[in-house]
C-alpha cells in the first residue's frame, strides 16, 4: 500500500466525519455539492471551514453595531435630516466591519434605514472575528424574491441582461428601464481590493 493511499483513505475519513457532523448540525436535511477534480486535502481544507461556519455562533450585524457603540434608533423617530446623518453613520461603521452595501439607489435615505433597521442588518449570520480580509456584501434588493429582479431589471440591469434574462423567461413582463430616484451606490464606501 503506498503512502499516498494511506494519506487519501484518512483526509477522505476525516470528510466523512465532518460530513457527519455537518449532517446532524443541519437535522439531517443538509444538501451539497461536490466538486469534480480536487484532491481529498483540498476538499478537507473546503469541508472544515464549512463546518467552522456553520458551528460558528450566530449574530447580527444589529448586535454587532450595537456592540461598536452605533446608536440605531427607530426610523419613525427620527425627522429626515436625522435619518441621512444616522444612516450614513451606519454605512460607514458597517464599512469598518468589512459590510458593504449594493443597489441602494431605488431606496429614499428613510426607506433605505428601515430596511435596514427592519431587515438587512437583522439576518443572522456567523460570528467570526474580523480578519481584515473578508468582505460580506448586503445586497438591498433582495434578488432571491419577485420584488427583487423586478427592481434590478427596472433600475440597474443593462440592456444585455434585460435581454438575457427576457431569452430565458420569454413570458416574464419586463419593466421598462428606469433610472433609479436617488444617486448614492457611487458614493458608497467599497472594500479596497488587492
Do not use: C
Not at 469541508?47 to 460558528?56: D, F, G, K, Q
Not at 457603540?69 to 441621512?84: F, I, Q, R
Not at 474580523?130 to 456584501?137: A, K, N, Q, R, T
Amino acid at each position: 500500500m503506498s503512502r499516498g493511499s494511506e494519506k487519501d483513505r484518512a483526509d477522505n475519513q476525516r470528510i466523512s466525519e465532518i460530513k457527519d457532523r455537518l449532517q446532524q448540525i443541519a437535522g439531517g436535511r443538509m444538501l451539497a455539492a461536490e466538486f469534480d477534480g480536487l484532491d481529498a486535502k483540498t476538499q478537507q481544507v473546503f469541508w472544515e471551514r464549512v463546518l467552522e461556519v456553520e458551528s460558528t455562533p450566530l449574530t447580527t450585524d444589529f448586535d454587532r453595531l450595537l456592540k461598536a457603540g452605533v446608536a440605531l434608533p427607530e426610523p419613525a423617530s427620527l425627522d429626515d435630516a436625522s435619518v441621512t446623518a444616522r444612516l450614513w453613520e451606519v454605512i460607514s461603521s458597517l464599512a469598518g466591519m468589512r459590510v458593504f452595501l449594493e443597489d441602494t439607489n431605488h431606496l429614499s435615505d428613510r426607506d433605505l434605514y428601515t430596511h435596514l433597521w427592519h431587515r438587512s442588518l437583522r439576518e443572522e449570520i456567523p460570528e467570526q472575528p474580523e480578519d481584515g480580509e473578508s468582505v460580506w456584501h448586503v445586497q438591498v434588493l433582495g434578488t432571491d424574491s419577485d420584488d427583487g429582479a423586478y427592481l434590478y431589471l427596472k433600475f440597474y440591469a443593462d440592456e444585455k441582461s434585460r435581454t438575457e434574462w427576457q431569452a430565458e423567461w420569454p413570458d416574464y413582463i419586463m419593466p421598462p428601464h428606469e433610472d433609479p430616484p436617488y444617486d448614492r451606490d457611487r458614493h458608497l464606501p467599497q472594500p479596497r481590493s488587492g
